[in-house]
Nanobody
Framework: QVHLVESGGGLVQAGGSLRLSCAAS????????MGWIRQAPGKEREFVTA????????RYADSVKGRFTISRDNTKNTVYLQMSSLKPEDTAVYYC??????????????????WGQGTQVTVSS
């Protein structure tokens, strides 16, 4: 297990950018695949993106391809989500999560075993 804390959420106008960070504590951060999942009001949690343990391979939901970029720095035990060209429909609580590399890249939500508390992203029109 790993303890995860997200930061960087906030209010932004449509077309703007935000960068989320997720700091991990605990052992073996670099052995986990990491992902970002979001939940909009009244909707189920939705996979956004994931990155493999070495930061080379990534996977994105179609809704964010070309606009969001996931990255990680294993020396800092941190994973990032750079969000650009934000839309009102990106408004959600964004969660960072860790899962076994054996489930990457498919990574169903059930594959993630450690979750952060979430950070709110609000995009105004």
């Amino acid at each position: 297990q790993v303890h995860l804390v997200e930061s960087g959420g906030g209010l932004v106008q449509a077309g703007g950018s935000l960068r989320l960070s997720c700091a991990a504590s605990g052992r073996a951060f670099s052995s986990y695949a990491m992902g970002w999942i979001r939940q909009a009001p009244g909707k189920e949690r939705e996979f956004v993106t994931a990155i493999g343990a070495f930061g080379i391979n990534t996977r994105y939901a179609d809704s964010v391809k070309g606009r969001f970029t996931i990255s990680r720095d294993n020396t800092k035990n941190t994973v990032y989500l750079q969000m650009s060209s934000l839309k009102p429909e990106d408004t959600a609580v964004y969660y960072c999560a860790a899962g076994p590399t054996s489930t990457f890249p498919t990574m169903s939500l059930a594959a993630f075993h450690s979750w952060g508390q979430g950070t709110q992203v609000t995009v105004s029109s």
